[in-house]
């Protein structure tokens, strides 16, 4: 069983800069492929980046990549989000992932999810 806290969300302004993180708990953090996701209003969550248990491969969505870097900590059980030049667009509840299957672009592929975070993106 993993446990995910996510934090770090709040509001912005467009062009800034935001750092969430997500906390896991358990030993074995390395096994587990980790991924941050996003839900707007009235939309279905979307996968928005990903990274493997070791920290080498990581994918991004179209719509973030060149923004947005993810990383991971496994000394600190902890995955990271690093948002920069933030559009409006970018407002969602943010949830980090974690699953033992690798890194899948759907949240079918994840088995343990955090409670989310609010990210606020003002123009």
């Known amino acids: 069983q993993v446990q995910l806290v996510e934090s770090g969300g709040g509001l912005a302004q467009a062009g800034g800069s935001l750092r969430l993180s997500c906390a896991a708990s358990?030993?074995?953090?390395?096994?587990?492929?980790m991924s941050w996701f996003r839900q707007a209003p009235g939309k279905e969550r979307e996968f928005a980046a990903s990274i493997s248990g070791i920290g080498r491969t990581m994918r991004y969505a179209d719509s973030v990549k060149g923004r947005f870097t993810i990383s991971r900590d496994n000394a600190k059980n902890t995955v990271y989000l690093e948002m920069n030049s933030l559009k409006p667009e970018d407002t969602a509840v943010y949830y980090c992932a974690a699953g033992e299957r690798g890194t899948f672009q759907t949240p079918q592929g994840y088995d343990y999810w955090g409670q989310g975070t609010q990210v606020t993106v003002s123009s």
């Open positions: 358990g030993r074995t953090f390395w096994n587990y492929a």
